[in-house]
């Protein structure tokens, strides 16, 4: 079969055939629907000079770790699975029996070097292929009335900002609320809509691209542009107390900075990007009592919830649909930043 292979770090990844893979025990092979490219996958085979997490990302594999597909075949002790339904499948893969992993948090798991990856297409052969084996417990059913191809990047691109937004909804739950997006890529742009449909919140939304803003005010935001009084603007839309829970979907150092200047005391402050940007914290820099975290992806329950909010139509992920045949195109667009909505390869398209 086809797949697209990252075979070192520092080096574009090859579109070449490989072994078509065979389900194992407690496993399922999905025929892929749609694998979503996502920017963590240029980070590795452009950015890192080697694995940063101890050789749990080690090439080579196929990438793809936003992947939609239909049952082809499943391994020994699996039931339950029908040839043909279209499912959603978690990426993160723990070692299922520590206490995160129980819960349903494999991001999270405490034996990450006892599984040796750490999800489908990070470490793990992934989507960017014609067919994926995946633990049967990390599929989410998509029901027979949805595109499984559009669908693909909620693995990621919808249950990452989920997840950060759910955290946060205690800072959002009361009148007058505000919250802010920055950063309205793949991520931003489905925050935008994870905020209007689970809070009252006034959500407002930043960005240096005028085009991804008036998107965000198509979903109901108020935007305000990058660039000289941005913080300034951002505050005054509060009248001057600051917002409540701040998203950063970028992750750069401005964009942090940006995120402490415009937080309310006893606001939530969260970091999703991965840009790696750093902030000089000290006592004065963020207003008293702000809760400043990160996060990393989510629960496969919340991927459930996130099937649902998609099937209900409250969040609806832009995509750009390519065939295998020119996933690498849809990865030089990424990687120069010239995509405009989710680049998801439909292989049988």
Not at 120 to 148: C, F, H, Q, T, W
Request: hydrophobic share 40%.
């Amino acid at each position: 079969m086809k797949a697209v292979v990252v075979e070192s770090f520092k080096k574009f990844p090859v579109l070449k055939e490989v072994e078509k893979p065979t389900p194992g025990p407690g496993e399922v092979l999905l025929k892929i629907a749609g694998a979503g490219a996502c920017h963590s996958d240029v980070a590795i085979f452009n950015d890192f000079e080697s694995d940063p997490n101890g050789g749990l990302m080690e090439p080579p594999f196929i990438l793809g770790h936003e992947n939609s597909g239909w049952v082809e075949e499943v391994g020994p002790g699996v039931t339950g699975f029908t040839k043909g339904d279209a499912y959603l499948c978690y990426g993160p893969i723990g070692c299922g029996h520590c206490p995160p992993c129980t819960r349903g948090q494999d991001t999270y798991c405490e034996n990450p070097q006892e599984v040796g990856f750490m999800a489908n297409g990070i470490g793990r052969d992934g989507g960017m292929a014609e067919y994926m084996v995946a633990p049967a417990r990390n599929l989410v059913p998509l029901g027979d009335d949805v595109d499984p191809v559009a669908a693909a990047p909620l693995a990621d691109a919808g249950l990452t900002p989920y997840h950060a937004i759910k955290r946060a909804l205690p800072y959002l739950d009361k009148g007058g609320s505000t919250a802010l997006v920055i950063g309205l890529g793949g991520l931003g742009l489905v925050g935008v809509q994870i905020l209007k449909a689970l809070t009252g919140a006034t959500v407002i939304a930043t960005d240096m691209k005028p085009e991804a803003m008036a998107e965000a005010e198509k979903f109901g935001a108020v935007t305000v542009p990058g660039g000289e009084g941005q913080a300034a603007k951002i505050r005054e839309l509060t009248g001057g107390r600051g917002v409540d829970a701040v998203f950063d979907f970028v992750g750069a150092g401005p964009t942090i900075a940006l995120g402490a200047a415009t937080v309310a005391q006893r606001g939530s402050l969260t970091v999703v990007g991965i840009a790696g940007g750093e902030f000089a914290w000290n006592f004065f820099a963020v207003p008293y009592e702000v809760n400043f975290s990160s996060t990393y992806w989510g629960t496969i329950e919340e991927l459930h919830e996130v099937v649902a909010m998609y099937r209900a139509g409250q969040i609806v992920p832009a995509v750009e649909k390519y065939t295998l045949d020119n996933a690498l195109e849809a990865y030089e667009k990424l990687r120069d930043g010239k995509l405009s909505a989710r680049a998801v390869v439909a292989p049988h398209a």
